[in-house]
T-cell receptor
Framework: NAGVTQTPKFRVLKTGQSMTLLCAQD?????MYWYRQDPGMGLRLIHY???????AKGEVPDGYNVSRLKKQNFLLGLESAAPSQTSVYFC????????????FGEGSRLTVL | AQSVTQLGSHVSVSEGALVLLRCNYS??????LFWYVQYPNQGLQLLLK??????LVKGINGFEAEFKKSETSFHLTKPSAHMSDAAEYFC?????????????FGKGTKLSVKP
């Protein structure tokens, strides 16, 4: 029962370094999302995908890029990390729009020094 | 535009007392509404959801919520708090018929349970 799996779970970067977060889901879901969670801010949508090969910007997309080359995977990239990107990142997937809830991964904690 | 407001960033109750976490939404179309719970260092888990069927929705762990259109509210309640209920709770709204499918989250309410 893997569900949504995120790797890595923890990462420390220096300003200007790049990295990729990987999200994998085994539920054959069409929709996938990347959120960031910051204290007192709730969850904010970074990017999302409504199917393989498609991506779109969410509420806070600046400084991030994404790719959905395979249906089960959704990658979040930081090309040049900044301290403002220190956060906990959550990936989620959804099977369909009608009443379907989001299924979340356990999160990836990123610190940018 | 849709939005969610959770009243109170921190709520503290005694074990055995009523839990009431408030959520008000704004939506120009019929909404779908959700409550999620997040335990420390974990992801979010669905507690319950309202999808235009019964207005009183029962979820896991004894929680329930009532959709009140006239008050644009979807408050979460539990008759008797347990220590294990200590967590952060998020209310979320999704637009029915929308093409993105994402949820708009409130800022969260951290629930503390005192022995």
């Amino acid at each position: 029962n893997a569900g949504v799996t995120q790797t890595p779970k923890f990462r420390v970067l220096k300003t200007g370094q790049s990295m990729t977060l990987l999200c994998a889901q085994d539920m054959n879901h069409e929709y996938m999302y990347w959120y960031r969670q910051d204290p007192g801010m709730g969850l904010r949508l970074i990017h999302y995908s409504v199917g393989e090969g498609t991506t779109a910007k969410g509420e806070v997309p600046d400084g991030y890029n994404v790719s959905r080359l395979k249906k089960q995977n959704f990658l979040l990239g930081l090309e040049s990390a900044a301290p403002s990107q220190t956060s906990v990142y959550f990936c989620a997937s959804r099977g369909g729009l009608q009443t379907g809830e989001l299924f979340f991964g356990e999160g990836s904690r990123l610190t940018v020094l | 535009a849709q939005s969610v407001t959770q009243l109170g960033s921190h709520v503290s109750v005694s074990e055995g007392a009523l839990v009431l976490l408030r959520c008000n939404y704004s939506s120009s179309v019929p909404p779908y509404l959700f409550w999620y719970v997040q335990y420390p260092n974990q992801g979010l888990q669905l507690l319950l959801k309202y999808t235009s069927a019964a207005t009183l929705v029962k979820g896991i762990n004894g929680f329930e919520a009532e959709f009140k259109k006239s008050e644009t509210s979807f408050h979460l309640t539990k008759p008797s708090a347990h220590m294990s209920d200590a967590a952060e709770y998020f209310c979320a709204v999704s637009r029915s018929g929308g093409s993105q499918g994402n949820l708009i989250f409130g800022k969260g309410t951290k629930l503390s349970v005192k022995p």
